[in-house]
């Protein structure tokens, strides 16, 4: 399975050599002559084989062992349609870094909340073994505290990858986990970034404005985006009209003031340069909310555990007192 790393080594070096016009087979036999980790190896011999298979991209990757994300095949099935590959295989590769780089920081800034829930924990335990005199029971409670700790953990973990990524078609999901407070905006600008630039890809290669803004909404991964657009944009699109004024009445999904440069390009016809421009905006708002959220996730953290430990402490005092009274009786 290929880790966010390994993604972003990837498809920075597919971006590189499909932009020097190599096509993806033998990018991906050019990228094996550097000797890869295993992993990204057997990834990159199911790309070979599957193309020289006479299968087309989107279909190989939708057959690898290593499963890609409904948001890679998504992107990929788009660049490939819109003869844009290598556009997509760079902001494949950007965002996967700055997801590992996010993941690796805030990893790293738990590390010492941690360590102090668990000094609280075993700190309150060494109280109460002082008064009850049962080292068994209370090394019992602790380990079960810790295990209950470890499961809310694991069960919050792979509860928001799975809200994460039901979202993608969940309008109301995707309105839920974008209300999180810096998170929210990450999603958002990271949809808004995909949107543009799939839109901008497709209207470029030729294709007619209804398919590149439903290509565009499905590659943004973001259920609200795509209902607005099959339940407004598009029956708006098939009775004649423009697309801007529907963005303009959908300021939960599009900034008015992106709506207002979509109207006026729209009317100028220069949409392309405007689009490529607002893809590049949004993807900066990502990455600035993304340093946000890695500085201020961990801090949040800590002091919800400061608090837990605070508490047991308090805890601890009331128990050596009560212990103290006993002695003096």
Request: charged share 20%; glycine share 4%.
């Amino acid at each position: 399975m290929l880790n966010d790393r390994d993604k972003y080594l990837l498809y920075s070096e597919l971006a590189k050599l499909s932009e020097a016009g190599f096509p993806i087979n033998n990018a991906a036999e050019a990228i094996l002559d550097t000797r890869p980790p295993s992993r990204q190896a057997n990834f990159l011999k199911e790309i070979i084989n599957g193309i020289e298979s006479k299968k087309s991209l989107t279909e190989t990757i939708n057959s690898l062992s290593s499963k890609l994300s409904p948001l890679e095949i998504s992107l990929i099935n788009a660049g490939e349609k819109s003869g844009q590959i290598p556009e997509i295989f760079n902001h494949l590769s950007r965002y996967f870094n700055l997801k590992n780089s996010i993941q690796k920081k805030i990893k790293a800034g738990l590390i010492y909340p941690i360590l102090l829930l668990h000094f609280g924990i075993i700190l309150l335990a060494l109280a109460k073994t002082a008064q009850s005199r049962d080292f068994a029971s209370e090394a019992m409670n602790v380990l079960t505290t810790l295990l209950v700790v470890y499961l809310i953990g694991t069960i919050f973990y792979f509860g928001f990858q799975t809200a994460n990524r039901k979202s993608q078609r969940s309008p109301s999901l995707d309105a839920f986990l974008n209300r999180i407070p810096i998170l929210g905006k990450v999603r958002k600008s990271f949809a808004l970034s995909r949107f543009t630039q799939i839109l901008r890809t497709y209207l470029i290669s030729s294709h007619s404005v209804s398919s590149s803004i439903l290509a565009a909404a499905e590659a943004s991964a973001s259920g609200r985006i795509l209902r607005c657009t099959k339940e407004k944009i598009l029956p708006s699109i098939d009775a004649g009209n423009p697309v801007g004024p529907v963005l303009a009445n959908e300021p939960d999904n599009f900034p008015p003031v992106f709506a207002r440069a979509y109207i006026t390009s729209e009317e100028s016809g220069t949409l392309d340069v405007e689009l490529k421009k607002w893809a590049i905006i949004f993807t900066d708002e990502a990455e600035s909310s993304s340093k946000k959220m890695e500085v201020i996730f961990p801090k949040v953290a800590y002091l919800l555990i400061v608090i837990v430990v605070i508490w047991q402490i308090f805890k601890m005092a009331n128990i050596y007192f009560q212990t103290f009274e006993q002695l003096i009786r």
